[in-house]
Each structure stands twice: as C-alpha cells, then as structure tokens.
C-alpha cells in the first residue's frame, strides 16, 4: 500500500530534550515535506526537500533541523524543544512532475506536546 | 500576512443538499488551487485542484471553481453526504516554486443526516 509514514504518533516531552520524528514514504517520491498545523493558523511549512541531500527551510523552520540521506526517509529533528513548538505535525510527499498539479501525500500526522 | 484566506471556520448542511466551502486569495502569482479534505486523527487527503487556466473541475460530486478578476475559489459538494463530515483545506501553489503550498486556515463541514 503506497503511504507516508510518521513515528511516533504521539509523543510528550520535557524542553531541551532532543527528539526526531520519522518520515518514511515507499513511493519513490523525490520531493518531501514537514508541516505543523495549529489551531486558527491552518497548515504552515517547516522544510522541505526536493531530493537526497537537498533541503531547504519553508515558513517557520526556526528550532527545526531535517536531513535527507535516503530518499525514502526525511526525519525531523527537534535539537531541544521548547513548548511553543507543541503541534501536529505532518510529513507530505509527492513525486516531482506528476499529473495531478500540486497533490501531495500526507502522513498521518504527529501530535507533540512540550511541557 | 495570510495569502490563502478561508473565512468561515464552520459550516453546517443537510445531507442531500448542496456545500459550498469559500476561499479567497490575494498573490495573484497562485496559479494552481487544491481542496484537501482532512478527518480528525489523519492526515489531509487530496481532493481535488484546478489550473488557473480552467474556472472549474468537476470530479464526481464535487466541482471547484475558480474566479481569477475575484481571487476566489469554491467548492461545491453535490449531494452533500454524512462521509463528508471533515475539515476541508483550501490551498495554492506557484508552478516552479518548488513545490510550495500555501494553505488556509480550514472549514470545518457538518453534514447532517
């Protein structure tokens, strides 16, 4: 079954403890992307990558790092999390052309609290 | 400075009848517009899109269109059914952005039964 995937699904923590959220997508899609959803400010991008090694910052990257050795995985990583960075968190993919204009796969999201 | 803008954050309908889910922008430089539909503990499913070129795309019972002089964009959910109870997201992208989206805030659709 073609799907992103994220772990985990929910998780809590304590500020400045270090923690990566995983992203896995097993349709060979080049381009892949992280998004925080919050209340009354909808869907924002964190980063994305347009392939292997590629990344670059989307609207609010700030606290956030990505890396991307393998196309199928683009984890994100939370080097010491404060509580502003409490969300739901998606990893998107789509392949790079495609014909539906703009359709991105979504993974189940991620939903973290930082007390 | 919010570019892709839903303005009612819910919406209540009969099923059998029609849903109209409103969206607005204001870069005039979006040329493509995508629904996403979203229930509650998964991740937004793609629902449908529309090229700035075309002012509607119709695919089964919903229909989106598009009008550029507005910067306004709607979909039409005909009939409207229990199943599509879910948060709908408007939103728009840039050919040759890399891929960037541009979402709203989302409308929360009630169909009744």
């Known amino acids: 079954e073609a799907q992103v995937t994220q772990n985990p699904r929910y998780l809590i923590t304590v500020t400045g403890k270090k923690l990566t959220v995983t992203c896995s997508q097993n349709?060979?899609?080049?381009?892949m992307s992280w998004y925080r959803q919050d209340p009354g400010l909808g869907l924002r991008q964190i980063y994305y990558?347009?392939?292997?090694?590629?990344?670059d910052k989307g609207d609010v990257p700030e606290g956030y790092k990505v890396s991307r050795k393998e196309k199928r995985n683009f984890p994100l990583i939370l080097e010491s999390p404060s509580p502003n960075q409490t969300s739901l968190y998606f990893c998107?993919?789509?392949?790079?052309?495609?014909?539906?204009?703009?359709?991105?796969?979504f993974g189940p999201g991620t939903r973290l609290t930082v007390l | 400075d919010q570019q892709v803008k839903q303005n009612s954050p819910s919406l209540s309908v009969q099923e059998g009848r029609i849903s109209i889910l409103n969206c607005d922008y204001t870069?005039?430089?979006?040329?493509?517009f995508l629904w996403y539909k979203k229930y509650p503990a998964e991740g937004p499913t793609f629902l449908i899109s529309?090229?700035?070129?075309?002012d509607k795309n119709e695919d089964g019972r919903f229909t989106v269109f598009l009008n550029k002089s507005a910067k306004h964009l709607s979909l039409h959910i005909v009939p409207s059914q229990p199943g599509d109870s879910a948060v709908y997201f408007c939103?728009?992208?840039?050919?040759?952005?890399?891929?960037?989206?541009?979402f709203g805030k989302g409308t929360l659709l009630t169909v009744n039964p």
């Open positions: 349709m060979n899609h080049e381009y």
């Open positions: 870069n005039s430089m979006f040329d493509y």
């Open positions: 939103a728009a992208g840039i050919v040759g952005s890399n891929y960037k989206l541009t």
């Open positions: 529309i090229s700035s070129i075309k």
């Open positions: 998107a993919s789509r392949k790079t052309g495609g014909l539906r204009v703009g359709e991105q796969f």
């Open positions: 990558s347009m392939n292997v090694e590629v990344t």
